[in-house]
């Protein structure tokens, strides 16, 4: 399915067509219908706004029209009499996420500002979407124009993270003139989310990570609307998230794997680092972050202090945490949400891809290693396949991270992939700190601590623990 060439202006009100002719543009009038394949811009030139009957009327159109137009992936333009841009941009403030371009009121300006934008890719409507249950018009929208070239696609939810998207779906698009595709995986969410998710991989993921070490996203097909965006990327294949490796009885070797994962997709990030003195608990707590962690933490607590369990108080927590002084150490780029749902492993145990790369930031060396190894021994979906007692958890996580007793190893036998897996990311930064000559215990204790205190929040059936390793370990600070 070939995309037409947008060359059409549909325009509100009167303007002189010759500008436009000039740079192979053409107006019609828009009468509020569907809009042509051809579209490229809408454009509504106002008159005086000084009246007030006028900026009513630019209200209505707005309303009407602009998030319609980005919707389809149509880009909108507003001429206006000269020295009225401000009134005009005053006058629609709040309608829409994003604001149509406005312009003054001459023809040459306007087919020139229409020229300029660049539009996204207008929806085939008569795409097939099969596998969604309760689609919403803004995401069919999105779906049809990201797979325009297709004549069906098939959806099969998937399970994401924690944050809050409208869905996650692998997609399997077919099209009877074209070769077979492999599939895709496509992720809606609010504009602001998944923008930082796609600038950032231009930023510092597209040309900074090994190619097979990461799902690389599919930026024409990543289309925005009014409110929500699509992430398109490809498909993971020949390839299993690394909880399902971690529970195979046939697991390859877990201590290999974890280092793949430093050595390999985050390599060159871990290698650039640069010092900073730092106040460990702001890198890995922020003060916004503690303030909305506070109820969760105190509805644990509660529990704990109900069932004879004495702990302090998550401000008293986070107080020791803070009461350590500043310290001299390693920057890095960081993943910043490695957990196990954005960790893949290659046929044969040979590869690792990374997926996600939103959030990526400059964080602590230890701030990748400590989010994995909390996740792996507190997420509640692995827990209830492979549960581990309070002792143990309590023996992983409290006094020394770096001191693992065979005793540990036998009590844990049956989720010992697992915390190998632990063992070997704590083996992992200690051999990169003795690289950059520091001595991080100190450092992945608040790491590890900040990473139990956000499970603790949660309400989950492994909070109590959390927060009662928490506790433990920042004593021992």
Known sequence: MHAPKLTLVLVEGQIDASPFARRDLRIEAYKGENFPASTRALLFVANDLMDDTNRAGLVRWARR????????????????????????????????????????????????????????????????IKGIETPDPETVLLLQRAFRDFDKIVLDPLTGGRSAITGIWRVDAQSEDAELRSP?????????????????????????????????????????GSSKRLSVSRFVERAKRLDEVLIDPDCPDVAGLMNKIYSGPLHRWRAAIER??????????????????????????????????????????????????????????????????????GEGGNEIILIDFTRA??????????????????????NGKQPLDDQILLDYFSDDLFSISLRHAVDGRNARARLKAIEALRRNILTEADQHGYDPRQEYKVAITSGLLYEAKRQTQWSGIAYRCANALSLSL
């Open 184 to 224: 895709f995986v496509a992720k809606c969410g609010p504009l602001k989310s998944i923008d930082q998710q796609l600038n950032t991989y231009r930023d510092v993921v597209e040309d900074r990570v090994p190619y097979r070490g990461c799902a690389p996203i599919c930026l024409d097909r990543s289309v925005a």
């Open 65 to 128: 029209r602009v998030q319609s137009a980005l919707d389809y992936g149509i880009g909108c333009v507003i001429a206006v009499p000269p020295g009225q841009e401000h009134i005009a941009s005053q006058t629609i403030a709040g309608i829409g996420e994003r604001a149509a371009t406005i312009i003054r009121a001459d023809p040459e300006i306007a087919a020139q500002a229409c020229l300029r934008l660049q539009p996204g890719p207008l929806p085939n409507l008569t795409l097939v």
């Open 361 to 382: 930031v400059k964080r602590p060396l230890a701030q990748d290693v400590a989010r994995l190894d909390v996740g792996l021994a507190f997420d509640d979906e692995l």
């Open 276 to 345: 900073r003195t730092v106040k460990h608990v702001w890198q890995f707590l922020p003060r916004n972050v503690t303030a909305r962690f506070g109820p969760g933490l105190n509805r644990t607590r509660r529990k704990l202090l109900r069932e004879g369990t004495n702990v302090a108080t998550p401000s008293e927590l986070i107080k020791r945490l803070a009461s350590l002084p500043s310290a001299v150490v390693p920057l890095c780029r960081a993943h910043d949400d490695l957990n196990f749902r954005n960790v893949f492993v």
